[in-house]
Structures are given as C-alpha cells and as structure tokens.
C-alpha cells in the first residue's frame, strides 16, 4: 500500500543512489565508495525482485524495480571495469569479508521465513542481508577517514530510507486491519540501528561546519 510514509522513503532510496552515480560520474573517482557494499546491494536487488518475471504489481513498482537493479549494476562495473574509475577503487582498504554476512543471513532465512518456498527463502535473505549490506562501507570510510560530501550524503539518505520506511510500516500497522510483518520489521529496526553512530557524527560535523570523520 501507497502513503505518504513510503513515497518519501522511495524517493530518498532512489535520490541515495543518484548522489552516488553523479559522485563516480563526475569526478571520475570512487574513492571512498566500497565496492563490497555495492555487490551486497546488488545480491540484495536481485533475490527480491525475482517476481519482476512472475507478479505485476503496478507500473511504478516495476520502474522502481528496474532502476534500482540497473544503477546498482552500473556502479558495480564502473567500479570494475572503467578504465579511469577502476584505479581509483581502495581496493586495498575494502577488504571487508562479506562471506560473514552472506552465510548467517541465508541460514538465518532457512530457518526464519513465512513460507518454505525457493522465491520467498530468497526475499527474506534480501530483507535480512539489506539490513547488514552497508557494514563494509562503513567500515572502509572508518579506515581510511576519506569521507567527501557526496558519499556522506549518499550514505545519510541510504540510512533516512529506511527509517521513512519504519514510519510507513507504522502507519500501515495503525490504518490497516491485520498488518504483520514481523521479520521485515526486525530487520528493518537493525538496519536503522546499524546506521545510528554515522548520523551522529554526520550531524554533528554538518552542525559545526566540519569535514565529516568516523573514529576508528
């Protein structure tokens, strides 16, 4: 369901993932921007939208879909494969083993998921993936304290969607009769958790007029 809640956090995913196409793109440069994180997004992308092929839902949910799956796909290979963006990757600090988040989190939807079934395994392994898939990023602007104001904002607007979106799954729980989803709530709040200690120090360096550093 459509409100006010989800439009917003929609519109900030999609605006999230502008700032950073137009960070690479312009500069030339993905210095600072962890690749890791990028191809986690990208495993998250594609097992939840598996029913692109199978279940239309509306025109903007298929827009949506598409342009989330092909600007993920573009940074990755411009990251991979562009001749000038490529040298620029911190290939040596990026070096976060996201083996340790994969694993758990397709366990974890073995065990905990609404139906047995191949798709919705899938979906929920997005969901829990999702809330842990910018941990490498994270990690990568802690060690090299190479924070510009692209990926800042990038990350700031990545981390307000989903707290849009527990706004709306709020509104919805109020407004509409039988509304449970308990996993995805959970994972949700995790995610918006995760992303506490860089709001901090994102606000306060934009509050005093400082270059934006995480602590080691």
Not at 55 to 74: P, R, W
């Amino acid at each position: 369901m459509m409100n006010l809640f989800r439009l917003l956090g929609d519109m900030t995913h999609l605006l999230s993932i502008i700032v950073l196409l137009l960070k690479i793109n312009a500069t030339r440069s993905c210095r600072g921007v962890s690749l890791k994180t990028q191809e986690l997004y990208a495993i998250v992308f594609v097992c939840r939208y598996l029913d692109l092929f199978t279940n239309f839902i509306s025109l903007y949910n298929t827009v949506m879909k598409v342009i989330f799956l092909g600007s993920t796909f573009t940074i990755i290979y411009w990251m991979r494969f562009h001749k000038v963006i490529r040298v620029t990757y911190d290939r040596d600090q990026d070096t976060f083993r996201y083996q340790f988040l994969i694993i758990p989190c397709l366990l974890l939807s073995l065990i905990l998921n609404s139906e047995f079934t191949v798709m919705e395994v899938l979906w929920t392994f997005s969901i829990y993936l999702e809330a842990v898939a910018i941990l490498p990023q994270l990690v990568l602007l802690q060690r090299t304290n190479n924070i510009d104001n692209l990926t800042g904002n990038y990350i700031f607007l990545l981390g307000s969607y989903r707290a849009l979106y527990i706004l709306n799954w709020i509104y919805r729980f109020l407004t509409e009769p039988n509304y449970r989803q308990y996993l995805v709530w959970i994972s949700g709040i995790v995610q918006t958790i995760v992303y506490i200690d860089f709001f901090y120090y994102y606000i306060r360096s934009w509050k005093n007029n400082e270059k934006l550093s995480l602590p080691a």
